[in-house]
T-cell receptor, first 117, second 113 residues
């Protein structure tokens, strides 16, 4: 149980365009989802926390207008990188939790490699 | 907010030896401490976790210890094998702040055959 799927695995986009990444919980209802960014050889940096039906809470230094997060249902959260630039190229990974069922334990999606050219 | 520090950043051991990775956290409200193993380009895999109501937990060759007073927790891997080579992350999470999980900087473990 506790399977989280993320799509796409790889995406290449041109500078100035937007790209959407989806995160789905397949066998549980994710009341909370988290989006992380990981640069090569670095740690996972939390970008934002999203709760179903409410606005995401962004970490300090993360531009909410650039990284749009929508958590419209209990099984789906999306991250849209708007007006992407080469410095946005990174590994983006989501995680999901059902706090009542799993407590603090989070389950990761496969991750998405974004390359902006 | 929570801050997690992890040491060492790299660790090289001989096959069969033990490896120890240490972490400290800053938020006394944190009550859940997972450890993840990440191979290149893949998602982190939960290998063991500990909650604040216990001091030690063991699963075969892997053990975790927690000292809540000192805000320290450690990962111990015994009888290391080449396939243990990976990056290991500690993390901390609590009931406040939306249960968000904050990660340490990671330790790159090399197990030499």
């Amino acid at each position: 149980g506790a399977v989280v799927s993320q799509h796409p695995s790889w995406v290449i986009c041109k500078s100035g365009t937007s790209v959407k990444i989806e995160c789905r919980s397949l066998d549980f209802q994710a009341t909370t989802m988290f989006w992380y960014r990981q640069f090569p050889k670095q740690s996972l940096m939390l970008m934002a926390t999203s709760n179903e039906g409410s606005k995401a809470t962004y970490e300090q230094g993360v531009e909410k207008d650039k990284f749009l997060i929508n958590h419209a249902s209990l099984t789906l959260s999306t991250l849209t990188v708007t007006s992407a630039h080469p410095e946005d190229s990174s590994f983006y990974i989501c995680s999901a939790a059902d706090i009542q069922l799993h407590g603090n334990t989070i389950y990761f999606g496969e991750g998405s490699w974004l390359t902006v050219v | 907010g929570e801050n997690v520090e992890q040491h060492p950043s790299t660790l090289s051991v001989q096959e069969g030896d033990s490896a120890v990775i240490k972490c400290t956290y800053s938020d006394s409200a944190s009550n859940y401490f997972p450890w993840y193993k990440q191979e290149l380009g893949k998602r982190p895999q939960l290998i063991i976790d500990i909650r604040s109501n216990v001091g030690e937990k063991k699963d075969q060759r892997i053990a975790v210890t927690l000292n809540k007073t000192a805000k320290h927790f450690s990962l111990h891997i015994t009888e290391t094998q080449p396939e243990d080579s990976a990056v290991y992350f500690c993390a901390a999470s609590g009931n406040t702040g939306g249960f968000k999980t904050i990660f340490g900087a990671g330790t790159r473990l090399f197990v030499k055959a």
